[in-house]
């Protein structure tokens, strides 16, 4: 009886510096905004911003959340559709 080793399949790696497209851009946007309403709310506690622009980057960080979350919520629903398709 000869034992080899199971090897699991890897995931493609993504270049440095690459481009990503579709849902990543999506979520890097979200990062960014929610990035951006972090410090607009830390420059409003160091006194140095305004309470009108803290409550705007955040209002747009909720919706870049709200938009990600969508797409990720209707990927799964086409892939639960597709895994459940009888071939």
Same mark, same amino acid.
Not at 23 to 35: E, N, P, Q, Y
Not at 77 to 86: F, K, N, Y
């Given at each position: 009886m000869r034992v080899e080793p199971l090897v699991p399949d890897s995931a493609a790696t993504v270049p440095a510096g690459a481009p990503s497209g579709g849902f990543g851009a999506l979520l890097d946007a979200a990062g960014a905004a929610l990035g951006a309403a972090d410090a607009a709310e830390a420059a409003f506690v160091a006194h140095r911003g305004g309470m @009108?622009?803290?409550?705007?980057?955040?209002?747009?960080?909720?919706?870049?959340? @709200?938009?990600?979350?969508?797409g990720a919520q209707r990927v799964t629903q086409g892939l639960q559709t597709l895994l459940g398709m009888q071939i």
């Amino acid at each position: 009886m000869r034992v080899e080793p199971l090897v699991p399949d890897s995931a493609a790696t993504v270049p440095a510096g690459a481009p990503s497209g579709g849902f990543g851009a999506l979520l890097d946007a979200a990062g960014a905004a929610l990035g951006a309403a972090d410090a607009a709310e830390a420059a409003f506690v160091a006194h140095r911003g305004g309470m @009108q622009e803290m409550v705007v980057e955040r209002a747009r960080a909720d919706i870049a959340l @709200q938009i990600a979350a969508s797409g990720a919520q209707r990927v799964t629903q086409g892939l639960q559709t597709l895994l459940g398709m009888q071939i």
